[in-house]
């Protein structure tokens, strides 16, 4: 079962390398992720007070995904 599974995820690694197969392999999630990233950016600093608290929220665009999934986990534990 296990070099099955291991054989089907080399066989698509193939094809994501291939130039002759049409294989996104996951492009469209940047994309999404690249936009969310800008919007996140551009409301950050757009409410940010000062410079260092614009930088903040630079820094805070970058792992927004990351706070919303824990956040997400933390309210379905309780």
Known sequence: M???IIKEKEV???KCYDKKHK???GACGGGIYGLAFLG?????IQH???FW?????FLKALVWPAI??????EFLVK
Not at 40 to 44: E, G, L, S, T
């Open 40 to 44: 996140a950016v551009v409301y950050y």
């Open 23 to 25: 294989c996104n392999c």
């Open 68 to 73: 919303l999934v824990y956040k997400l986990l």
């Open 12 to 14: 698509i690694a193939e």
């Open 48 to 50: 940010a007070d000062s």
């Open 2 to 4: 296990e070099e099955e």
């Open 53 to 57: 608290m614009g930088v903040f929220g």
